[in-house]
DNA sequence: GATGGTTTCAAACGATTGTTTTAAACGGTT
DNA sequence: AACCGTTTAAAACAATCGTTTGAAACCATC
């Protein structure tokens, strides 16, 4: 009855169409309530450390101490307030990194920074920490918004690497090669993050100190990827792989 | 009252303790039982499919055409039927390869086929598609289960690749770096599996049929690993890049 | 055919989920 | 101070979850 003024239908808007005349007084308003800065607040940190399944929203609005019924009245919806968190994560990024240009640089420098950050905002729980296993758990169960984080926030990192891979590599790979090299160092950086509770059974306690903590790891990563990328002979084990294959294929 | 004979306390066994003498003959009797075999065979697909959470006992009854108690009869617990469909798995690996022996081979090839196989059975949903991504789910998701999965399962796969990845370095690698190499390429491994929605998004659609199903992966991914070991440079590499990472933590 | 243990079934249980309702509290304007 | 739209709060909503119940059906044995 009374509860016209916010309340975005969360199943309708699928980008962020926000351009509507009185939108933007709209949005200044909200940005003043307490609540629902607190709720957008909370709920980012607590979507990431469980998935949006597993966050009831009686714990989200516990977490903000505000009552149940708020993130129906400012969000609509326990998706749409999922939905506005995403878009925090974006405008955020947008924000602290308007143009991802550390350019001119040693490509290799460039590299070991891109997996650095990645890895270091994989494993600490920092600001920005839950924002990127928030992203992750959306890898591994995508939910509707799946789609759009991939195209707005996942594909500009991923071209970015791929540039770079592109100048390592003194264009000897071809584009599709690439793209196979970047996804093997997104691969493993995801791995070591998600998969860090079996490492840990796996590999000896001593060694999972020093030898599988993030530095230890970025330096693997980036060297075994140098390493493969500029000997030159992918090429040739690639021919002989696939003979391999082939092999198999006919023994069995 | 009278549902005594079954119904295994699933929260108190944890390893495969079966022993007893009355056992033996209740778990012939049970062999024969219909539907606690077609409520176990019914069960991997659909866990495997959606995770232990994100299934319920209804749909595991429905699937496997029984009534919902069912369960609770002949497992005691969703938590026991869980746990019975991966007893399931690990006797049936077990059966299937009672020794892990293509040995004596060329240790290149030996490493081919641990990829294509993990890669293979990660990819189709055959027989055996289901259990590999069942187990995929777990290190996603852990649930109570997960530490026995890793030490029974997972361990002895995992040496066997380190084990083959010693024989191709050819002793030039200390051990902590051989299990760098071989989580590496189980990470990539799992992630062409588990991030497959995101890949399909960022490949444009004639690459991605092309140059990332599973064959051209496995041929990616071993022949970059081949190049990354037996190039030699690794060690060089691995002390350039920590002197980048340390330039970089002075510089912030 | 009656008996007693074993297995199946429909129904219901208590708990928890996301969402909605209804009224009270708030805050600026006249 | 009275008004009115906006926001909060407690309670209830319907739906669904895993699990349990109690009686019927089954089945070999006497």
């Known amino acids: 009855m009374t509860k016209s003024p916010p309340k975005t239908a969360s199943t309708t808007l699928e980008q962020d169409s926000i351009g509507l005349p ?18 957008l607040a909370a709920a980012g940190p607590t979507f990431a450390q469980s998935g949006f399944d597993h ?3 009686r714990e989200l609005a516990a977490q ?24 925090s994560i974006r405008s955020r990024k947008d924000r602290r990194f308007p143009t991802p240009d550390n350019a001119e640089q040693d490509p290799r420098k460039r590299l070991t920074q891109i997996v650095s950050n990645l890895l270091c905002r994989m494993a600490s729980s920092d600001e920005t920490g839950w924002e990127t296993q928030l992203l992750l758990r959306e890898i591994q169960r995508p939910t509707p918004v799946f789609e759009h984080i991939v195209r707005v926030i996942f594909r500009p990192q991923f071209e970015h690497l791929i540039e770079t891979l592109r100048e390592l590599s003194q264009s000897e790979l071809q584009a599709h090669q690439l793209e196979q090299v970047a996804l093997s160092i997104v691969g493993q950086c995801t791995y070591h993050a998600t998969g860090y509770g079996m490492i840990s059974i796996l590999i000896t306690p001593e060694n ?31 021919q002989m792989i696939t003979e391999f294959l082939e092999a198999t294929r006919k023994n069995r």
């Open 55 to 57: 966050v009831t929203v």
């Open 64 to 87: 903000a101490e505000v009552n149940v019924a708020a993130v129906g009245y400012h969000f609509g919806d326990k998706l749409g307030l999922y939905r506005a968190v995403i878009e």
């Open 208 to 238: 999972l100190e020093t030898k599988f903590n993030t530095n230890s790891t970025v330096v693997h990563i980036v060297a075994s990827t140098l390493a493969s990328i500029q000997s030159g002979t992918i090429q040739d084990y690639e």
């Open 22 to 39: 009185s939108a933007e007084e709209d949005h200044a308003r909200r940005r003043r309530n307490p609540t629902r800065e607190r709720l």
